[in-house]
């Protein structure tokens, strides 16, 4: 019942910024908390950043003082302002929604993906 759409991904050099966006619609009432996650070849999707429906954020320690997660509530859109960019952040980075069911089983949705490649 949740759909979510990344966009905002693409090519940059080290050091370059990139901003991604992650627009929710369906029962987006039920949402408890959206993230990013990213997964390069050959590794598990491991987390970048969560932020709840309250506002709070969580970010992984590989991101910290470089990448900043926001929301806009009014637009039910997700951002990931990724600043510093290394080379190891090249992966394709997936917009994530958690959300219960009817008996309060978290549920996680997921977008297709957006590729971020930094590379100089």
């Known amino acids: 019942q949740v759909q979510l759409v990344e966009s905002g991904g693409g090519l940059v050099q080290p050091g370059g910024s990139l901003r991604l966006s992650c627009a929710a619609s369906?029962?987006?009432?039920?949402?408890?908390?959206m993230g990013w996650y990213r997964q390069a070849p050959g590794k598990q999707r491991e987390l970048v950043a969560t932020i709840t429906s309250a506002g709070t954020t969580n970010y992984a320690d590989s991101v910290k003082g470089r990448f900043t997660i926001s929301r806009n509530n009014a637009k039910n859109t997700v951002y990931l302002q990724m600043n510093s960019l290394k080379t190891e952040d090249t992966a394709v980075y997936y917009c994530?929604?958690?959300?219960?069911?009817?008996?309060?089983?978290?549920?996680?949705?997921w977008g297709q993906g957006t590729q971020v490649t930094v590379s100089s």
């Open positions: 369906g029962s987006i009432f039920s949402i408890y908390a």
């Open positions: 994530n929604a958690d959300s219960p069911d009817t008996i309060a089983t978290m549920i996680k949705y």
